[in-house]
């Protein structure tokens, strides 16, 4: 039998995943209704949220270490489902290898572990970890580059947003349930290990993307781009809230963060449905379009999204927003507040303006019920969100405050007073061209994209090099080489086993 974790941890991530995955499967009835390679698309989505499942309940770091490889090889091919598009494949490809850089730090503490602690039982490693602060150290830094792949955090946060080739009700799947959410859990599991130092490079890491994807999804002319960079945004407040110490407000604002964005991405998915594009640029007046039921639903996840009272992203939002507030301390603290609301709140409003206001360029219609019932339901969820975030604040034995931070209320309002003023009122037009040139640099991901592909073209030329060197050398250098490769791999092998 299986070793299980049954704690509050466990369950409530399985609940995330099993009623999230139940939605998602129902609106792809609708959604791929059509579509070839439906029976292919069904095995992996249902494999996906499996291997997701068996991933939270893990009590066995080996057996949780192979689920979590699991997740990895399902998004990818469910990201490069229209395996016949180039972009497709290429993102596919892109997920898989980004996230196999992160899977090297969680292999190497697997294997730390093993060698170093004796046992591969989840809370016996807990345990001997407590009385080993240099090797706590060392596996929680790996721990941490595992979970930065698979969360797409700074510097491995690239492939989220090329993600978006895949299917849309895919897309909504890995940012609300399964994939992303896989590194939040990961550090939350291991939370009694991570040193002060791992926490405070946590801390950094997750601050920096935060700011960074949040000017990329303001920046974005991708309808599923934005949603994606704003899902690295949100992963990001997760994570400084465990660095901060708010371990419950992390978990609660997964479960927040997990309704209004499967609600979003679920919209997204029935607007590209009907007007066949996720050009920003030829999307408008949806509204007035006939997407009305669409357009209310969107407009209660970017409600919940930017933290507006009584969402459920007010109450979850404020507490870590007050956690990184008191772990910088004032006044720094109070700008990042302020900065981190503002533009939460500029570019959700942004998007939801772009796509639902103004005149539209053709008629919509909303008849697809297998698509509409999860979108409502969903809605509705995240209208009663406060009332679901209640038995969970009592599972992690905390309680949820309403409290207004006068500086996150200001970078709100602030926030949606520009996105009116730019997009809903067509104001500061010259400002917006001015900053176009910005806009594209920050939706390249800041040219990450660019430095990685230089690397890996120069690794690559210098083992093409390498190779033709071996074959057409010295034979008797070459077997040198090789002894000597294999010599220094045997001792490897014998120092971790």
């Not at 679920?266 to 006939?290: F, M, Y």
């Amino acid at each position: 039998m299986l070793p299980v974790l049954a704690d509050s941890l466990s369950g409530f991530m399985l609940a995330v995943v099993c009623a999230l995955g139940f939605l998602i499967v129902v609106y792809s009835v609708g959604y791929m209704a059509g579509e070839d390679g439906f029976a292919r698309y069904y095995f992996f989505i249902l494999l996906f949220i499996g291997a997701m499942s068996g991933l939270v309940v893990s009590a066995d770091i080996v057996l949780l270490y192979l689920f979590w490889e699991l997740v990895g090889v399902c998004s990818a091919m469910l990201i490069s489902f229209w395996w016949e598009k180039p972009e497709a494949r290429r993102a596919g490809l892109k997920a898989f290898t980004v996230t196999r850089i992160g899977d090297i730090g969680f292999l190497a503490a697997l294997a730390l572990v093993v060698h170093s602690v004796g046992t591969t039982s989840i809370p016996g490693i807990i345990q001997a970890l407590s009385t080993d602060s240099s090797l706590a150290g060392l596996i929680g830094a790996l721990l941490l580059l595992a979970a930065a792949g698979k969360s797409a955090q700074f510097p491995l946060l690239v492939w989220l947003p090329d993600a978006m080739e895949g299917p849309t009700s895919v897309s909504a799947l890995i940012h609300a349930a399964t994939m992303v959410k896989a590194g939040v859990y990961l550090l939350s599991r291991f939370y009694p290990t991570l040193t002060v130092e791992v926490r405070e490079l946590l801390f950094w890491l997750a601050l920096a993307t935060a700011f960074m994807s949040a000017v990329s999804a303001l920046a974005s002319y991708d309808l599923k781009r934005v949603l994606a960079f704003s899902t690295v945004n949100h992963l990001a407040l997760m994570f400084l809230a465990l660095a901060a110490g708010a371990w419950a407000a992390a978990q609660l604002h997964l479960l927040s963060h997990s309704l209004f964005k499967a609600l979003l991405f679920l919209c997204a998915g029935l607007i590209t449905h009907e007007v066949g594009t996720r050009n920003l640029d030829e999307i408008s007046g949806l509204w007035k379009a006939g997407l009305r039921l669409t357009g209310a639903a969107f407009l209660i996840g970017a409600l919940s999204l930017a933290g507006v009272p009584p969402f459920p992203g007010f109450f979850t939002k404020e507490a870590v927003l007050e956690a990184v507030a008191e772990h910088l301390m004032k006044p720094v603290g109070e700008v990042v507040v302020l900065l981190v609301s503002f533009l939460s709140s500029a570019y959700i409003f942004r998007l939801f303006l772009r796509v639902f206001a103004g005149e539209p360029q053709r008629e919509c219609e909303e008849h697809n019920l297998w698509m509409l019932v999860p979108i409502a339901a969903l809605a509705v969820a995240t209208l009663a969100g406060a009332l679901l975030l209640l038995p969970a604040a009592e599972l992690f034995a905390t309680h949820l405050e309403a409290k207004l931070d006068v500086w996150a209320v200001l970078g709100l309002v602030a926030g949606a007073a520009l996105a009116y003023a730019v997009w809903g009122r067509g104001l500061l037009a010259g400002l917006r061209a001015v900053l176009k040139p910005l806009a594209g640099f920050a939706d390249r991901v800041y040219l990450l994209d660019d430095l990685y592909t230089w690397i890996a073209q120069q690794v690559s030329q210098r083992l093409s090099y390498a190779a033709t060197r071996l074959q057409q050398g010295n034979p008797a250098v070459n077997v040198l080489w090789l002894l000597g490769l294999l010599i220094v791999f045997s001792i490897i092998i014998l120092a971790v086993v």
